[in-house]
């Protein structure tokens, strides 16, 4: 019987992670907990927004999200992408308590098109769809 790591691997494989794994809400890279800075929601009394604020020492109460500590697209693109609300659950938050962001990160690709997308227009074009658009012959013989 083999002793497990925490991702599930064997001990001693290459694939073994040391430590909790944690999710960037930016990326959406797993990562180890020390590879990333948590950002957690602070509520005020009264009718003020909760604020989000970075969470150094890991140990502020409620809820918390994660980011890249050295990428500050991540945290832009969770920001844009209204992801970082969406693990904190919370509808409006505050986020003046983080500064602002950096760019977010490289422009998707013309179209808006994902790789699905782009991996069936490709398959079509190899194998012609019978249009006759693609210069095939749309899959007849003569």
């Known amino acids: 019987m083999s002793r497990r790591g925490v991702s599930g691997t064997p ?4 694939g073994e992670t040391k430590g909790p794994i944690r999710t960037c809400a930016g990326c959406r ?7 990333l800075a948590r950002l957690a929601v602070v ?3 009264g009718t003020s927004r909760p604020a989000v ?3 150094p020492g890991g140990g502020l109460p409620g809820r918390g999200a994660w980011v890249c500590r050295d990428s500050p697209q991540c945290l832009a693109r969770a920001v844009l992408k209204n992801r970082l609300a969406h693990a904190l659950r919370v509808s409006d938050p505050d986020l003046s308590g983080l500064g ?3 760019p ?3 422009p998707p690709a013309p179209g808006g098109g994902g790789r699905r ?7 079509e074009n190899v194998r012609g ?6 210069g095939g012959d749309g899959g007849r013989q003569f």
């Open 53 to 55: 604020v970075p969470d």
């Open 43 to 45: 509520r005020t009394g």
């Open 29 to 35: 890279a797993r990562k180890p907990k020390a590879e």
């Open 117 to 123: 997308k782009r991996r069936r227009a490709e398959e």
């Open 100 to 102: 602002e962001p950096g």
């Open 104 to 106: 977010p990160g490289p």
């Open 11 to 14: 001990a001693g494989h290459p």
């Open 129 to 134: 769809d019978g249009d006759g658009r693609d």
